[in-house]
């Protein structure tokens, strides 16, 4: 059944996301389940049963007239005529996946050399020349690194560049890797936000000694860290995203990016709140505990968030 599901997808995915259209394609899919349970309830093997209903259904072209959507069909042939899509096959995907998760790392740590390059001047204050030079070298090491990963993804250009589609498999497929990657995402943001709001303690700690100042090297040390973990996660979803955006959002394979697990939010305002609590909460969790060193209590701060969570997801979230 699964196959014909995805032969439906097929047929309809250029088609527009309209109310005509999904009434359409629901009665279509009713019809091919109709079919299939009684050819499966006749002795029909699954295989032959699935041929049987692709065959008898036939195509878009031979059922617009019983649907309804002549016009509809006329138009969007039209429309893909003029405005042609890339299919950006599944093998492409995961190339270009596998690709830019090495690409924003070394990107990611390319920024990280240039954010702590003040560092070794701060420890060789007796000696300038030491210092200088490895300012220098964490500078061209960074900037080499940013440039060098530029050219990394030429050979996927096309998919910023040129109208791009993608199937129903290999949406369900990007989906997948998205969510596994989540958890990651949530705590390289966490991580570098955490390691961003508390670089001043080093500083504070460790101050200036005899040598130079590693507490404020420590400090740009942590901050370069931090932004690492940041731009490296939100990368790599975002390569996700792009990916699964590729479709027109007008048509019926625009909904591909959807989640059914992805929550429906009230606002762009309440998704912002949502995506921001945690990190947020985070950041009061260290702020409070490094302020007050009752670190045998603060941690009652991630209880009473998580309680709050949930009305704070209810609240911004549609039924």
């Given at each position: 059944?699964?196959?014909?599901?995805?032969?439906?997808e097929?047929?309809?995915a250029?088609?527009?996301?309209?109310?005509?259209?999904?009434?359409?394609?629901?009665?279509?899919?009713?019809?091919?389940?109709?079919?299939?349970n009684e050819?499966?309830?006749?002795?029909?093997?699954?295989?032959?049963?699935?041929?049987?209903?692709?065959?008898?259904?036939?195509?878009?072209?031979?059922?617009?007239?019983?649907?309804?959507?002549?016009k509809?069909?006329?138009?969007?042939?039209?429309?893909?005529?003029?405005?042609?899509?890339?299919?950006?096959?599944?093998?492409?995907?995961?190339?270009?996946?596998?690709?830019?998760?090495?690409?924003?790392?070394?990107?990611?740590?390319?920024?990280?050399?240039?954010?702590?390059?003040?560092?070794?001047?701060?420890?060789?204050?007796?000696?300038?020349?030491?210092?200088?030079?490895?300012?220098?070298?964490?500078?061209?090491?960074?900037?080499?690194?940013?440039?060098?990963?530029?050219?990394?993804?030429?050979?996927?250009?096309?998919?910023?560049?040129?109208?791009?589609?993608?199937?129903?498999?290999?949406a369900s497929?990007?989906?997948?890797?998205?969510?596994?990657?989540?958890?990651?995402?949530?705590?390289?943001?966490?991580?570098?936000?955490?390691?961003?709001?508390?670089?001043?303690?080093?500083?504070?700690?460790?101050?200036?000694?005899?040598?130079?100042?590693?507490?404020?090297?420590?400090?740009?040390?942590?901050?370069?860290?931090?932004?690492?973990?940041?731009?490296?996660?939100?990368?790599?979803?975002?390569?996700?995203?792009?990916?699964?955006?590729?479709?027109?959002?007008?048509?019926?394979?625009?909904?591909y990016?959807?989640?059914?697990?992805?929550?429906?939010?009230?606002?762009?305002t309440?998704?912002?709140?949502?995506?921001?609590?945690?990190?947020?909460?985070t950041?009061?969790?260290?702020?409070?505990?490094?302020?007050?060193?009752?670190?045998?209590?603060?941690?009652?701060?991630?209880?009473?968030?998580?309680?709050?969570?949930?009305?704070?997801?209810?609240?911004?979230?549609?039924?």
């Open positions: 059944m699964e196959i014909i599901k995805n032969y439906l097929t047929m309809f250029e088609l527009p996301n309209t109310p005509e259209v999904r009434n359409a394609k629901t009665e279509l899919l009713q019809m091919m389940e109709d079919k299939y050819l499966i309830s006749s002795g029909m093997a699954e295989n032959a049963a699935v041929g049987t209903i692709i065959s008898e259904f036939g195509n878009l072209d031979e059922l617009a007239e019983t649907l309804g959507l002549s509809t069909v006329e138009e969007t042939r039209t429309k893909t005529a003029e405005s042609p899509r890339r299919l950006i096959t599944l093998d492409e995907v995961k190339g270009y996946l596998a690709n830019r998760s090495q690409k924003v790392l070394l990107k990611a740590v390319g920024i990280m050399f240039c954010i702590i390059s003040p560092a070794p001047v701060l420890l060789y204050l007796k000696n300038e020349t030491i210092g200088i030079t490895l300012m220098f070298l964490c500078i061209a090491l960074g900037v080499g690194l940013i440039v060098f990963s530029g050219f990394m993804d030429h050979q996927w250009k096309f998919i910023k560049k040129e109208l791009c589609r993608i199937d129903m498999n290999t497929y990007v989906k997948d890797r998205k969510r596994s990657f989540q958890p990651v995402r949530a705590l390289c943001v966490a991580l570098g936000v955490s390691l961003c709001v508390i670089c001043w303690v080093p500083n504070i700690l460790i101050g200036e000694s005899d040598i130079g100042i590693p507490g404020t090297a420590l400090m740009f040390l942590m901050i370069g860290i931090g932004v690492l973990l940041i731009v490296y996660g939100n990368s790599v979803e975002a390569g996700f995203d792009r990916i699964l955006n590729a479709n027109d959002k007008t048509t019926v394979s625009g909904k990016a959807e989640d059914e697990q992805d929550l429906k939010f009230k606002s762009r309440a998704e912002t709140v949502v995506s921001l609590y945690w990190p947020t909460v950041c009061i969790y260290l702020i409070v505990s490094f302020l007050t060193f009752a670190w045998h209590l603060t941690w009652i701060i991630f209880v009473v968030a998580g309680v709050v969570h949930k009305a704070v997801v209810v609240a911004c979230t549609e039924e």
